[in-house]
Each structure stands twice: as structure tokens, then as C-alpha cells.
């Protein structure tokens, strides 16, 4: 059973909905991740918290609002979405920013 | 040109034989790089990982080679099992970083039996 667990594991939402993705991790670990997962593309990182600070923000449209209260959860606020935003959502987290990513088992979100 | 490049896109092997992957970087500075294994439906799962000072690395039926001047590393899976089915991602270090990393966009391994 993973250690990162995500909710909800499938959001269809509409353009001018606001939804939020959750992300717990029961690792201990001190960095969490957000990555976007689209077919036929490579994983894309989005944001990295490394003991609750935003250490990145990969270039990510503003109607993705990421907030980490905390070391063990990471949550992806959204608002105004495209289409093309739909996508599979990974969170992830490590001991630290140098150790191995674990990932949760993802949102599927559909914005129609 | 992509940061991480892999091949093939979609590998079909019979049961028992071997499966190679291979990926090229473009960062000098990557140091780390893992290998991901995803089934259907599930998330990616570390199989195997290699750091810069190490050319290769073995795990039972896993292995994985490390060429730093040719900036290139591959998979190896001896002995394919239908259960090594899945989309195997391999990724390299952004810089010295390990948690942020550049992906390759993933083979789908299928195998026969």
C-alpha cells in the first residue's frame, strides 16, 4: 500500500468550477511534488515544497494554486481550468530533495 | 530537442526474453537516474536507480547501465515475466537535485506468454 495517498482519485469538473486535489504522505519525508502526467508526454513537475516552503514553480498557469500547510500534506487548488488541463495528477514525496520520489496513485481530472 | 529521450515508444517481447530500454540526457549536470515502472491504472514505482559514480547497477532480473560521456543509460529485464508488463519511465537528475527530474515519455513494455 503507498505511503502517499491522493484524493479524489477521479474530478470532472467544468471551466468555471473551483476544485481542490489533495495529497497526504505518511512517510515522514520532508519535500512533496506536484507532477502532470499527460498521454503521450513526459511527467511534467509542476511545483516542489521542501519543508513546507515552494522552493519551484515550473512555469505553472496561475488557475493552479498549489498550498502545503504543513510537511505531510500538499494540496493543488483549481479555478478557470481548460480542457487541456485534464490529466492525470501525481503527487510525490521524498526524504529530501535528494532521495527517490514516491508517488501517490494520482487524480484523473476532466475538465469539460 | 526533449530534456530525456527514450526508446523504443512500445517494446513487445515473448516470455523469457530480455527487454532493453534505452534513454539519452542532455543535462551535464544530471548525477542521479531512475527508473519508473507504471501498470494500468496504478502509479509509477521506483524499480531501480544508479547514481553517476556507478556504471552499473543489477537487482535480480533488473539491471541498469550507466554511459556519462555518451550521457546515455539503459534497462535491462532478463528473463520477461507477463507481471514486467507496463509503461517503464526512466529519468535524469535536473542538475544535482534529485527530486527534480526530467522524465523520458515512458515504453510500453508487453510481454507474450
Known amino acids: 500500500e503507498t505511503g502517499v495517498t491522493q484524493t479524489p482519485r477521479h474530478l470532472v469538473m467544468g471551466m468555471t468550477n473551483k476544485k481542490s486535489l489533495k495529497c497526504e504522505q505518511h512517510l515522514g519525508h520532508n519535500a512533496m511534488y506536484w507532477y502532470k502526467q499527460s498521454a503521450k508526454k513526459p511527467l511534467e513537475l509542476m511545483f516542489v515544497y521542501n519543508f513546507k516552503e515552494q522552493t519551484e514553480n515550473n512555469s505553472v498557469p496561475s488557475r493552479f494554486s498549489p498550498e502545503c500547510p504543513n510537511s505531510s500534506h500538499l494540496f493543488l487548488h483549481l479555478h478557470t481550468l481548460q480542457p487541456e488541463d485534464s490529466a492525470l495528477y501525481l503527487c510525490?514525496?521524498?526524504?529530501?530533495?535528494?532521495?527517490?520520489?514516491?508517488f501517490g496513485n494520482g487524480t484523473r481530472l476532466t475538465v469539460t | 530537442g526533449e530534456n530525456v529521450e527514450q526508446h523504443p515508444s512500445t517494446l513487445s517481447v515473448q516470455e523469457g526474453d530480455s527487454a532493453v530500454i534505452k534513454c539519452t540526457y542532455s543535462?551535464?549536470?544530471?548525477?542521479?537516474f531512475p527508473w519508473y515502472k507504471q501498470e494500468l491504472g496504478k502509479r509509477p514505482q521506483l524499480i531501480i536507480d544508479?547514481?553517476?559514480?556507478?556504471g552499473e547497477k543489477k537487482d535480480q532480473r533488473i539491471a541498469v547501465t550507466l554511459n556519462k560521456t555518451a550521457k546515455h543509460f539503459s534497462l535491462h529485464i532478463t528473463e520477461t515475466q507477463p507481471e514486467d508488463s507496463a509503461v517503464y519511465f526512466c529519468?535524469?537528475?535536473?542538475?544535482?537535485?534529485?527530486?527534480?527530474?526530467?522524465f523520458g515519455r515512458g515504453t510500453q513494455l508487453t510481454v507474450w506468454p
Open positions: 510525490a514525496s521524498s526524504q529530501d530533495r535528494d532521495s527517490p520520489l514516491h
Open positions: 544508479i547514481r553517476s559514480n556507478v
Open positions: 529519468a535524469a537528475s535536473m542538475g544535482s537535485t534529485l527530486g527534480r527530474l526530467y
Open positions: 543535462d551535464s549536470a544530471s548525477n542521479y
